[in-house]
């Protein structure tokens, strides 16, 4: 043998340092202090480091308020959930027309449209939101423009605690995060392909249907797993754009409880439900892109 | 913009795109790893000497006894002299000051610049300013015991909790003649009897800040001017503080319910219910602006600090007059009081030279400037009266209530430190009044 045997293998130990570091002793600490308590004097967490140490209380906690009725996190997750819902369904209906723009026809201008695409994102999250919180207020300008086009008799008070404010912001937020995924994937579809596909009779549209969108699948759910992950995290948005009670989010219940006190075992076991559900959703998204290879290799 | 209101602003973005960055760099390996969401920081052990703690009761339905708290709990009528340790002892008196730097760990924007450079340089030495948003954010990095700051600027609800963790370094009140130009109360205050641990930074009060030209009746002229907030005519108009103590216990007392230190599941469920009832009747709304929010008009109501109206005045836009600002406290007294402390961190390399800072904060012309020039929050000097307040243009006639007068900090309640178990029902009713309904 030429080389080694363990040498391809070795490739693969700065993934796995990596994968230990930032995700397998975190999300250890995170259950360990869900499990654990807090110390009586200064309130500051207790990690329950050894399994048999573990205080299942905070978890019982969070179960309890959140399958039954009434329960204070039932309602937040299941609004959080109905607004990434929407916010991703949004975000995908505008991220795939504009890459596909991009990739297909934008010619010489495709690097500068994507610059001017990812340019604000330069700016921090927290500036944009601010600046949102200006054009929604009511002498904003999408007042005065609704109401100069007619489309509002008068102003309205976006910012009034509206969960559609909510769902703008993130999917503001978010969709470069859909585009840019979809784009590098169209960008590289096969033109040959399409043009069998119009040869063999297919119109603009069924090649469109029948041959590009079932490709780009992977992509969409690759974009859909991107931007869904970090709105089911998100807190700030409903906090700028609304303060309202009736459009927070998980996060901002997490964030209350680990922020410091006596239940911050109940923020981390939060997380950690949090987390449970979006590893059922990358284990769909595996399992569709895994099943999409397996139909392209056919 | 006010100290209180940055911290989650800042922190939130910063977590917020960490842990984006995080997911994109996880999902773009294809490996299928989520990233993990914002959590806590990695949790550290304070100390060493915590350790038999794994037995106290976390959740709220675990209402175990033996969760006996090791330090008592301060209340007016029942006063704490907090203990003076053996391996934590005063500093003797008439040493030399220490050549520096001296590091200072305070609310972010809650000193005047100016004057800490003042102290540098009457006692030659660097002076470094850091500061903390929250102070559950500021005693989490204390209990690392990893810091070196000299002076903290704590609140009284956690003062036995911050002596008996030995975080803060006993006084030596030789070196603080000043503390004599400050209100009697604070030579002996019921949460630190004999000042042994703190000295008096700033007072205010929690009432309800309103645009006197927006509402249709004074507040001053309801028979309980809490009413104002529950008033459907403001709908869309008004916020409660985003805080959980805060807020419940203004509806305590609205309700006539003076302990705002309950620990009476009854009374906070009650308590809970008014807040929640706020939703559907004025569509309320959670903050900690209320210096911007008033003045700019997106609030009418708000319920806010004496001392964030104050500093309302910079924040009014332009052609806005700065009558229209008003600010109601009970003018019978016995409304929410707050006061922040000043004291002298056991980690600190510079005791001498912070004691000196505590002095030099106590003078009542540094005290009186750096309220005047900067801080907009009033120190409980003697000298000055409201009368006096107004009189110099400070305070305006029309937010004369926002003045705090010694005779207040008699008759109003002190937001203070919870049982565990309590502390838990507070918590968890805040949290349910957040979940909206």
Not at chain 2, 30 to 40: D, H, L, Y
Not at chain 2, 79 to 92: A, E, K, R, Y
Not at chain 2, 127 to 144: G, N, P, Q
């Amino acid at each position: 043998m030429l080389y080694p045997r363990w040498m391809w293998p070795a490739f693969s130990a700065p993934a796995v340092l990596w994968l230990l570091a930032f995700f397998v002793v975190p999300f250890y600490s995170i259950l360990a202090v869900a499990m654990g308590s807090v110390d009586p004097i200064l309130q500051q967490p207790q990690p329950a480091w050894n399994p048999a140490d573990w205080d299942p209380n905070a978890f019982t906690f969070v179960f309890d308020n959140l399958f039954y009725g009434g329960g204070i996190f039932q309602k937040v997750f299941a609004r959080t959930i109905a607004y990434v819902a929407i916010a991703v369904v949004l975000s995908l209906v505008i991220a795939y027309p504009v890459a596909y723009y991009i990739a297909r026809h934008a010619g010489r201008w495709k690097t500068l449209l994507l610059v001017g695409l990812v340019a604000p994102f330069f700016i921090s999250y927290l500036m944009r939101m601010l600046a949102w919180i200006n054009l929604l207020q009511e002498d904003g300008w999408v007042n005065e423009v609704l109401v100069w086009t007619g489309i509002l008799d008068e102003p309205r008070n976006w910012l009034d605690g509206r969960a559609s404010s909510v769902v703008l912001g993130l999917v503001y937020g978010y969709v470069p995060f859909m585009i840019l995924p979809l784009y590098a994937f169209l960008d590289r579809v096969d033109p040959r392909v399409l043009e069998a596909a119009r040869d063999l009779g297919a119109s603009r549209f069924n090649a469109f249907r029948l041959v590009t969108l079932p490709l780009s699948t992977p992509a969409i759910l690759a974009g859909v797993v991107i931007i869904a992950l970090p709105m089911f995290g998100d807190y700030y948005t409903p906090d700028l754009l609304s303060a309202s009670p009736n459009t927070t989010m998980i996060g901002n219940q997490i964030n209350f409880y680990l922020r410091g006190g006596q239940l911050v075992p109940v923020g981390a076991a939060l997380v950690c439900v949090l987390m449970a559900m979006l590893l059922i959703l990358l284990a769909y998204y595996l399992f569709a892109t895994a099943r999409a290879a397996r139909r392209l290799a056919e | 913009m006010d100290r209180r209101d940055f911290l989650r602003r800042g922190a939130g973005t910063t977590l917020g795109l960490s842990g984006l960055g995080a997911l994109l760099a996880a999902c773009g390996s294809q490996t299928g790893a989520p990233a993990p969401e914002a959590g806590p920081p990695p949790a550290t052990t304070p100390g060493g000497e915590t350790a038999a703690t794994t037995a106290a009761a976390t959740t709220a339905e675990a209402t175990s006894a033996e969760g006996e708290l090791p330090f008592p709990l301060a209340r007016p009528d029942s006063p704490v002299t907090l203990p003076i340790f053996d391996d934590n002892p005063p500093i003797d008196s008439g040493l030399e000051p220490e050549a520096g730097p001296l590091k200072i760990y305070n609310w972010i924007d809650y000193i005047w610049k100016r004057k800490v450079k003042d102290f540098g340089k009457e006692f030659g030495v660097e002076v470094e300013l850091s500061s903390f948003y929250t102070m559950d954010e500021a005693i989490a990095k204390l209990a690392t015991g990893q810091t070196d700051y000299d002076v903290f600027f704590p609140t009284p609800d956690r003062m036995s909790r911050l002596a008996y963790g030995k975080l803060l370094r006993p006084l030596n009140l030789d070196y603080i003649p000043n503390l004599a130009n400050m209100w009697p109360v604070f030579s002996n205050p019921f949460y630190d009897q004999g000042a042994r641990y703190s000295v008096p930074y700033t007072i205010y009060t929690t009432g309800i800040a309103y645009r006197r030209d927006k509402v249709k009746t004074d507040p001053f002229e309801l028979a309980n001017g809490y009413e104002i907030l529950w008033d459907p005519a403001y709908k869309g108009k008004a916020f409660v503080l985003d805080d959980s103590r805060e807020a419940l216990a203004m509806v305590l007392l609205k309700n006539g319910v003076t302990d705002i230190n309950t620990e009476d599941p009854a009374l906070i469920e009650m308590a809970k219910q008014d807040l929640i009832s706020l939703i559907d009747l004025v569509n309320v709304k959670y903050g900690i602006e209320d210096y911007t929010k008033i003045p700019e008009g997106s609030a009418w109501v708000h319920q806010g600090w004496s001392g964030d109206m104050l500093a309302g005045s910079w924040y009014l836009p332009e052609g806005t007059k700065p009558d229209v600002l008003g600010y109601w406290y009970p003018p019978e007294g016995g409304g929410v009081i707050g006061n922040d402390l000043i004291a002298v961190l056991a980690g600190g390399k510079n005791p001498v030279l912070a004691h000196h800072f505590l002095n030099f904060m106590l003078d009542e012309t540094n005290a009186y400037e750096n309220m005047i020039n900067f801080n907009g929050y009033q120190p409980p000097l003697t000298s000055l009266s409201a009368e006096s307040l107004i009189a110099d243009g400070f305070i305006p006639e029309n937010l004369a209530a926002a003045a705090v007068r010694q005779e207040d900090f008699e008759n109003a309640y002190l937001l203070l430190e919870l049982s565990p178990d309590g502390q838990t029902l507070w918590q968890n009713a805040w949290a349910e009044f957040k979940a909206g309904v």
